[in-house]
């Protein structure tokens, strides 16, 4: 039976029995009791931690997770997990800053640790067999009541907003008043455009012919707030137009998002992607997910899109997989 005991305000153990015999199987997640998170304020969110311990996508990797055990209204939580060894002190950590949980997400990390490691080390990780998972946090923050934050919603308020506009962007059916200072603060192409003597700086308007309107919506909204709703529409084409528009903060988020998200409808199509665009981190995890799961790829009709070299490439990691 696991338990979790409370140390200190915010901050939390968690023990797991007999951690390496569990009967679960890769996918499977087990979860801790729920637990208090405070802030300064004295609000009061519930969570738990839920752990892979045979892996969720990385199979040689134990994943460990925080989520709210209720809908929350959009709060912030910064937080520390490590393992505690033996002597109660921190084998491994891991941190996440100010991670944005509204109705019932979660964050986490699917490589906590390898599990390899717990067997190699079980003696001074896993005394009588127990993990010992230790979490602290600085407590729940409120959105709304974050400087930052509300500086951020306050610009947003002027997305899609005639006030003050002085550009306006055509794409396709659709045209869009804008803000030239904000748009070239947040991409380095529209600061060109606005800066130099390009004809957008001179007609005082943007066309934009190759993207979809949708897109381009999307890709206004995140300029002015950071924010977006449903990423899982169209995650790929707000990559492209993230490096299109050189904004790196909306690729970093394109880019998790799909390396969170592969599926084998997905991961050939995010393949190509991360090769065309360079992407390294998104092409190993694409890649990976793919040569693990190779059996249900040699049939798929997105295969003939696949250059020759990717192609060469996966094969390589099935025959390493294999020992062959």
């Not at 609000?43 to 929350?72: A, C, H, M």
């Not at 505690?84 to 800053?97: G, R, S």
Request: glycine share 4%; aromatic share 10%.
């Amino acid at each position: 039976m696991s338990e979790v005991g409370t140390l200190c305000p915010n901050s939390f153990q968690w023990k797991i029995p007999n951690f390496l015999n569990l009967n679960v199987n890769q996918g499977a997640f087990i979860t801790s009791p729920p637990f208090t998170l405070i802030s300064k304020e004295g609000i009061q969110k519930t969570f738990y931690l839920s752990l892979y311990p045979k892996g969720n996508r990385e199979p040689s990797w134990v994943g460990l997770y925080l989520s709210p055990v209720d809908s929350l209204k959009s709060c912030t939580v910064s937080w520390n997990m490590s393992i505690l060894d033996k002597d109660e002190k921190q084998f491994i950590n891991v941190t996440a800053k100010n991670r944005i949980f509204s109705e019932c997400s979660g964050w986490g990390f699917k490589k906590f640790i390898e599990i390899q490691t717990l067997k190699s080390q079980e003696e001074t990780i896993l005394p009588d067999g127990t993990l010992t998972v230790f979490f602290e946090s600085e407590g729940v923050k409120d959105k709304s009541k974050d400087p930052t934050m509300c500086l951020i919603d306050d610009l947003e308020k002027f997305s899609f907003n005639d006030e003050f506009s002085d550009i306006e962007i055509h794409c396709k059916d659709i045209k869009i008043k804008a803000h030239k200072v904000i748009l070239g603060s947040r991409s380095s192409v529209f600061k060109a455009m606005f800066t130099n003597s390009c004809k957008e700086s001179q007609t005082g308007c943007v066309n934009i012919d190759n993207m979809e309107p949708e897109v381009l919506k999307d890709l206004i909204t995140f300029i002015y707030s950071g924010k977006l709703k449903k990423l899982e529409d169209n995650a790929a084409d707000l990559f492209v137009a993230a490096h299109m528009y050189m904004i790196e903060s909306l690729t970093d988020m394109c880019t998790t998002f799909m390396m969170n998200n592969l599926t084998n409808e997905s991961a050939l199509s995010y393949l190509n992607l991360a090769d065309r665009y360079n992407c390294k981190i998104l092409k190993e995890e694409a890649m990976d997910y793919i040569v693990q799961n190779i059996a249900d790829f040699t049939e798929r009709p997105e295969l003939k899109n696949v250059s020759q070299d990717l192609v060469i490439e996966i094969m390589k990691g099935v025959v390493k997989q294999n020992n062959i």
